[in-house]
């Protein structure tokens, strides 16, 4: 099987539906909660952690096909198999993004080991293969992402539209790095008069 391209997409405020409400259920709600998506949990059961959540809407039955309607992606999170192949198999028909829990075979999406601090978001994947290789290159990492460079982030996004429109792209490139190694080198975020000065001292 080839490799997982991988491919950030914006989710903010969609829906995604969840089938299962246990432990795996709640794991995979947290990690969607860190990127603004909207959920719908359906489970015979759910834990008293995912009912009381705020950004979730719970249903205690068991799942309808009907469910899948409107849904931007789904997660089939259930300890039943056969269920969450059908799950699948449902999505599939639909052309509804599905990730069934440890069933490589069934899912069109994976959930990557990542890190984010703001904007900043790096993921590690290995095709389900090993999560001991994911986790152990998002240690690597861990130190190198820091608060910091979330910060640094927002702050270059900011110049961006002010350095875009008068500074041809090389000169752009140089000015972000400029600001960045400052930043990495005070550990911390570049005064307004400190980012101004690079501007204006790249200017021809």
């Known amino acids: 099987m080839a490799a997982y391209f991988p491919m950030f997409i914006e989710?903010?405020?969609?829906?995604?539906?969840?089938?299962?409400?246990?432990?795996?259920a709640l794991?995979?709600?947290?990690?969607?909660?860190?990127?603004?998506?909207?959920?719908?949990?359906v489970a015979p059961e759910i834990?008293?952690?995912i009912r009381e959540l705020d950004n979730v809407d719970c249903c205690e039955r068991y799942f309808e096909r009907e469910d899948l309607k409107g849904q931007a992606m789904v997660i089939a999170a259930t300890d039943?198999?056969?269920?969450?192949?059908?799950?699948?198999?449902?999505?599939?028909?639909?052309?509804?993004?599905?990730?069934?829990v440890d069933q490589p075979e069934d899912c069109s999406f994976i959930f990557p080991a990542y890190l984010k601090e703001g904007d900043v978001v790096a993921a590690f994947s290995s095709g389900g293969?090993?999560?001991v290789i994911t986790q152990y290159l998002k240690e690597q990492v861990r130190p190198i992402l820091t608060p910091l460079l979330g910060q640094l982030a927002d702050c270059l996004g900011r110049l961006r539209p002010k350095v875009?429109?008068?500074?041809?792209m090389e000169t752009r490139k140089q000015i972000y790095r400029r600001i960045l190694q400052l930043g990495l080198k005070k550990?911390?975020?570049?005064?307004?008069e400190e980012t101004e000065r690079m501007i204006w001292d790249s200017r021809p």
Request: proline letters at 7%; a positive charge.
């Open 11 to 24: 989710i903010e405020g969609r829906s995604c539906l969840i089938i299962g409400g246990g432990r795996i």
């Open 27 to 41: 794991h995979k709600i947290r990690v969607l909660s860190d990127f603004g998506v909207r959920m719908k949990v």
């Open 47 to 49: 834990l008293p952690e």
């Open 80 to 100: 039943d198999k056969e269920q969450n192949h059908r799950v699948s198999r449902m999505c599939r028909e639909e052309k509804i993004p599905v990730n069934a």
């Open 129 to 131: 293969l090993s999560p």
């Open 164 to 168: 875009q429109k008068s500074f041809p």
């Open 187 to 192: 550990q911390a975020v570049p005064s307004e």
